[in-house]
């Protein structure tokens, strides 16, 4: 049996921060979204030292990718968010409290697997989220 592996970068979505697509699938059902970084359509990093900016900024464009792909936030099926000091747990946890309510249906939201790491691509950069998405 033959797999066919897809490599994907929707239409609209900022542009990638190395030689990586946004999405890859195996099924074209359950797709595998790249970590978000704050970037603008320019490229450039938004939000420099602005904790709150950059999560508005990441979702924003996790919201274009999978809008270029005709999915929402309700086709996610799970988080993986990187964060670079433990000081922003909060700040994420409040940010998310306000935003997830505006973004998905309903009260229930997708797991999330919470990671503190030592620096993201660039060094300006304070936190990437990363999905795994249903679109069928």
Known sequence: MTTQ????????????????????????????????????ADGSVVGKHDFDAQFKQVFRNLGDVLKGVGADFNNVVKFTTYLVHSQDIEKFMRLRAEYFPQIFRGKDYPPNTLLIVDRLVKEDFQIEVEAIVHAG
């Open 5 to 40: 592996v897809k490599y994907v970068n929707p239409e609209g979505s900022c542009p990638a921060q190395g030689l990586y697509s946004h999405i890859g699938t195996a099924d074209g059902k359950l797709l595998f979204v790249a970590g978000q970084l704050s970037v603008g």
